[in-house]
């Protein structure tokens, strides 16, 4: 399959032995543009073997990796790569992947020039308000950012950095359900309502 | 050819007809517990055709020994 542009491996029970044979056969196959490798077996040495694999495939456009344990340790392996190789990288989905604050941090260093992002998908990772403003700082420049999503973490005031970005962006669906969001944050979504021309949907449930 | 469960005797000429196939852009055959024996006949078959761009197996078990000729 030289023309090989898109691969969903979901739920296929690949470890970091098999990622390493997908990794072997995806050499040379720099058409990828979609790797989604949902709910399987990997840890931070996984997501170091797919670090490897997406390397040289700089066409990648959407890398989903959501329900699997990669742990600060991976996301910072992930975040190399997407520093390194990952221009053009749209959408990114690390859902229920344990990364926490550091994990988080790491990411948005790396993720500080990408201007071509979309779509970000970071619900229960275990973060907190103690990452926000790295990752507040990060999404300035996501001019082209529709999604977020972080549901079910720990975030408190910190999503006032965040609501006061996506004021300038072009976002249609904002996802802070299931965190700790404090009544002061209300002035901070009321400002962010009254500045997007763009939102569709803000899931801001279950906060207490 | 999703959330199917294909037997062996589906696989072979599905398998066959992969190998000849040139215009089929995407193949999807997730749900399908697709035994270690038919893994060999989609990789095989996979492993020739030039012209798929897109390929889902989410649901199967790539574990199975002979997953990793799939991959």
Known sequence: MPNLQKISLNSCNLDSDLLQVLSDALVGKDKLTDLNLYSNDINSEGAKVIAGLLSDKVNLKCLGLSNNYIGHGGAREIAAVCQDSLFGLTRLSLESNLIGNMGLMGLSKALIENETLEEIYLYNNEVDDDSMRAFADMLKNKKKLRVIGLEYNKIRNGAEWIFDVLKTLPVERVMFSQNMLQPTIGESIYNFLLATKTLKELRINQNN | ?71
């Open chain 2, 1 to 71: 050819m999703v959330k199917n469960q294909l037997t062996d005797a589906a696989i072979a000429p599905l398998a066959q007809s992969l190998m000849r196939t040139k215009d089929l852009k995407s193949v999807y055959m997730s749900h399908n517990k697709i035994s270690n024996e038919a893994l060999v006949m989609l990789a095989d078959a996979l492993a020739v055709n030039e012209g798929i761009e897109e390929i889902s197996l989410t649901h199967n078990d790539l574990s199975l020994p002979n997953g990793v000729r799939l991959i």
